[in-house]
Nanobody, 116 residues
Framework: QVQLVESGGGSVQPGGSLRLSCAAS????????MGWYRQAPAKQREWVAE???????TYEDSVKGRFTIFRDNAKNTVYLRMNSLKPEDTAVYYC??????????WGQGTQVTVSA
């Protein structure tokens, strides 16, 4: 049974930093594209960043230069380093694992709150 467990969320002041982690209990972690999504209150879930199996990363425009996604395949873990946080980054952050022709998996989410 596949499990994705996010951690590292919390409350931080504007300009602060957090590092989210997503630990995956699954075989073949290294071949999955791992992504981070977020959902703010009363809004649709949106894509934030992803990293492919060969380490290529892409970002949503509003987080470019502030967020960094990276993975440690030996630990079956993907991270999201978030710097210069803004109130509009407040959301529940979800981890996603995907690969062609296989089911997509989601974590349960971790809350990030940015406020003064």
């Amino acid at each position: 049974q596949v499990q994705l467990v996010e951690s590292g969320g919390g409350s931080v002041q504007p300009g602060g930093s957090l590092r989210l982690s997503c630990a995956a209990s699954m075989s073949g972690f290294g071949v999955y594209t791992m992504g981070w999504y977020r959902q703010a209150p009363a809004k649709q879930r949106e894509w934030v960043a992803e990293i492919t199996s060969n380490g290529r990363s892409t970002y949503e425009d509003s987080v470019k230069g502030r967020f960094t996604i990276f993975r440690d395949n030996a630990k079956n873990t993907v991270y999201l380093r978030m710097n210069s946080l803004k109130p509009e980054d407040t959301a529940v952050y979800y981890c996603r694992a995907s690969r062609p022709y296989w089911p997509t998996y989601w974590g349960q989410g971790t809350q990030v709150t940015v406020s003064a």
